[in-house]
Structure formats: structure tokens, C-alpha cells
């Protein structure tokens, strides 16, 4: 009652404001943090299978053939997020392969050729061996190269979409050269590399030096194994010598560096809309208690202690906050479900929809810091008014 009285002497139009203000602020700075301890949390995370794999090149210009030395591999195995690398070498030689795909449905394309060390290999079949004399010749075709034939060279050629299965059975030929054949088996499929046909090291080996034309071994592509593919440092390693990978696998560093940047300027810009509200919250109980300046001295004269008074004055301030702590909390998560269905879309990162126990704590701090300060002014003012009575 005493609340109610001494509220009726204060202006609506500025506890509106006020309360809008801090509704705003506290929801920009916990939005902020969370969205900070989300994606750091998720980007630090290892993968699932303990390893991520990159294949790496780098940018060809008209200067450059865009070749990696062994100096920049073994510089590349130095670097602390790398857990390995190695060179994937490819022909220097002409390849081309025939196959029969139906009755009347045949195909002839050159076929780019690469070989990497066995443990870099995704899906790799056993006996993918090759020795000199063998005529047939096991590969791992990429499913990036069946996906184009039955939606690319199928559809237009009108013929038949085969199946990985199918494919398997099917037994291309393989022409090195001008008049060296091998019998072609298909034995796996990589989603891991993509620009060529996987071929076992003593192949290429042996037809690298037998029909290879000009340097031999020239390292065009370097695949490396690393904890965390997101790592901000790998990106920045990459950037800075002119390096270039899976764009979509390096992505999340790039988010971290940005949030990195952005997160000290969203709490400040928060922190300095949370104190203008609170400074305005004083200033309206200023104006408040001076408004009901008799109010208070009468209630002092018929023997209200200043502690009494403040208290009932407090308590309606306390609705103020409840309903501060009441609607910031479900803007947070409405908001934060909006950005977290658009970093899953744009970057394929699940950030969830809850909030963690650190920004609840966070915001309780800033909550009871709030509190505190109007208590103290409250109190303060309201024991000078009752005592000078």
C-alpha cells in the first residue's frame, strides 16, 4: 500500500523506458556471450573420429606452377595442429579410360590419376596392391566421379544411372601411353579426394618412370590429418601462404576469429545500454522519493522506520525487475533459435537453443548488481527524508 502510494507520485513514460532499455541490453549482452561459449565450445571439440583430413594446394598463378617442394611439407608437419601430412602424387603420363556401361553405352574420358600413403586413405579395400606383371589394376574411384556420370554424363547421353554396385562389376580398361592396357577393378569409392582416381604407389610408380614425361614425383597436392580442421590457427596458416582447401571444413575458425573481434564490442555496446537504463532506473526513483517527499516525512512522524519504507518502496521496483528477468530470458532463446537455424543452413553448426549455466550466472551477476545499486540509493534516500523529519 505504501508502494502503491509513493508509486503514484512517479512518471510511467520513464519506468517504461527504462525497463525497455534493460530488456535490451541484458538480452544483446547474454545472446552475445552464449553465442561466444556456443561456437568456441563446438570448434574446439575434436571430431567424432579423433582426426579430420584436408587436402591441400596451392593457388596457380601466372608465376607459379603451383608445386609444393619438400621444405613446405615438412614445414606443414612442424605445425603443432597438424597430426601428419604427405605428398599425393599424380601421372605424368597420358591415362585414359574405356568402359562399357549397357548394351549400347559406352564412354572414353582422360582419367587424372593420384596415389597417397594407405593410411590417409578413406575406404580403403584390402589387397589394393599392384606389382609389375599384374595386368589388372585396383582403383578407388571418388563418389564425387560417380555422382557427375549419373548426373552429368548419363542424363545427357541419355543412358542409364548405374549404382555402386553395379559400377563395381563393371570392368573398365585403362590405356597408359599410346599401347599399354590394363585391366581396370574398381574396388572402393573416396569421399575423401575428389580430383582423381586413387591408384595403388608402385602403379604410378613404375608408369611414372617408364612413361612419365618431364619431372617426375612433383608434389601438386598435400593431405594432411589434424585433431580439429576448424582450428582458427590452421585457417590462418593456410591464408597466409596462399594454400587452398575445403573451404566448408575451415569455415568454423573463420566464425571464431569474427566472434573473437565482435564479442568485446556487443558486451561493451550491452554493458553501456544496461547502464543507461540503470542510471535512468535512479534517476526515476530520485524523482520518485522527491515527489513524495511528504508522503514520507508523515510516514516517518507516525513512527515508520526508514528500513520499513524502502522496503515497500523496493518492492515494487522488485516487479520491475521480475519482469526484466522474465521477458529477457525467453527473447534470448527466441532469438538465439533464429541465429542457430542460420549457422545450421549457411555453416552446418548446431549451436542448440538452450542457454548454459555460465550465462545464466552472468546475467544473475549483473541482475544483483542492479538490484543492489537501487537498493542502496533507495534506502539511502528514503533514511535522509524519514530522519529529517
Same mark, same amino acid.
Given at each position: ?65 603451383g ?12 605445425q ?15 591415362s585414359?579410360?574405356v ?16 596415389t597417397?600413403p ?23 574411384v571418388?563418389?564425387?566421379f560417380f555422382?557427375s ?37 574398381i574396388a572402393?569409392?573416396?569421399d ?8 595403388p604407389?608402385s602403379?604410378?610408380?613404375?608408369n ?9 614425383n612433383?608434389?601438386?597436392r598435400?593431405?594432411i590429418?589434424t585433431s ?20 566448408d571444413?575451415?569455415n568454423?575458425g573463420?566464425?571464431?576469429? *569474427?566472434? %573473437?573481434?565482435? $564479442?568485446? +564490442?556487443?558486451?561493451?555496446?550491452? #554493458?553501456?545500454?544496461?547502464? /543507461?537504463?540503470?542510471?535512468t532506473?535512479?534517476?526515476?526513483a ?13 510516514l ?10 524502502s522496503a ?5 521496483f ?6 526484466i ?10 532469438v538465439?533459435y533464429?541465429?542457430?537455424? *542460420?549457422f %545450421?543452413?549457411? $555453416?552446418? +553448426?548446431?549451436i542448440?537453443i538452450? #542457454?548454459?549455466?555460465?550465462t /545464466? ?5 549483473v ?10 540509493i533507495?534506502r ?7 530522519r529529517?523529519?
Amino acid at each position: 500500500m505504501i508502494g502503491k502510494l509513493i508509486f503514484s507520485n512517479g512518471k510511467s513514460g520513464q519506468l517504461t523506458f527504462s525497463v525497455a532499455g534493460s530488456i535490451i541490453g541484458l538480452a544483446i549482452m547474454l545472446l552475445s556471450i552464449q553465442l561466444y561459449l556456443d561456437i568456441t565450445t563446438i570448434l574446439r571439440t575434436p571430431a567424432i573420429s579423433g582426426t579430420d583430413f584436408l587436402v591441400i594446394n596451392k593457388e596457380v598463378n601466372m608465376l607459379a606452377d603451383g608445386n609444393f617442394n619438400q621444405s613446405e611439407l615438412e614445414n606443414l608437419k612442424q605445425q603443432e595442429f597438424v597430426i601428419d601430412a604427405a605428398p599425393v602424387f599424380g601421372n605424368n603420363f597420358q591415362s585414359l579410360v574405356v568402359a562399357e556401361v549397357g548394351p549400347q553405352s559406352s564412354f572414353n574420358t582422360l582419367m587424372p590419376l593420384i596415389t597417397v600413403p594407405n593410411e590417409f586413405i578413406d575406404n580403403l579395400p584390402p589387397k589394393f596392391k599392384w606389382k609389375i606383371g599384374d595386368n589388372e589394376v585396383p582403383v578407388i574411384v571418388p563418389t564425387s566421379f560417380f555422382n557427375s556420370y549419373n548426373f552429368g554424363i548419363a542424363e545427357a547421353a541419355r543412358s542409364p544411372k548405374v549404382t555402386k554396385e553395379l559400377i563395381s562389376h563393371i570392368k573398365p580398361k585403362l590405356k597408359i601411353g599410346n599401347a599399354t592396357w590394363y585391366n581396370v577393378r574398381i574396388a572402393a569409392f573416396s569421399d575423401r579426394f575428389s580430383d582423381g582416381v586413387i591408384v595403388p604407389e608402385s602403379f604410378m610408380n613404375y608408369n611414372n618412370d617408364k612413361f612419365g614425361i618431364g619431372e617426375k614425383n612433383k608434389i601438386n597436392r598435400i593431405v594432411i590429418s589434424t585433431s580439429n580442421s576448424k582450428n582458427p590457427s590452421l585457417a590462418n596458416y593456410l591464408s597466409d601462404h596462399l594454400y587452398e582447401t575445403n573451404s566448408d571444413k575451415i569455415n568454423g575458425g573463420k566464425v571464431t576469429e *569474427i566472434m %573473437n573481434v565482435l $564479442l568485446p +564490442i556487443i558486451v561493451i555496446i550491452s #554493458l553501456v545500454i544496461i547502464l /543507461l537504463s540503470l542510471l535512468t532506473f535512479i534517476q526515476n526513483a530520485q524523482l520518485l522519493l522527491s515527489n513524495s517527499d511528504y508522503e514520507i516525512k508523515l510516514l516517518g512522524l507516525i513512527g515508520y522506520s526508514f528500513s520499513f519504507v524502502s522496503a515497500a518502496v523496493m518492492k515494487n521496483f522488485n516487479k520491475l525487475f521480475g519482469l526484466i528477468t522474465l521477458s529477457t530470458i525467453p527473447i534470448v532463446i527466441a532469438v538465439k533459435y533464429y541465429i542457430s537455424s *542460420i549457422f %545450421n543452413h549457411e $555453416l552446418g +553448426i548446431d549451436i542448440g537453443i538452450g #542457454l548454459s549455466w555460465t550465462t /545464466l550466472v552472468i546475467g544473475l551477476c549483473v541482475y544483483t548488481c542492479f538490484y543492489l545499486v537501487q537498493f542502496i540509493i533507495i534506502r539511502s534516500t528514503v533514511k535522509n527524508l524519514v530522519r529529517s523529519s
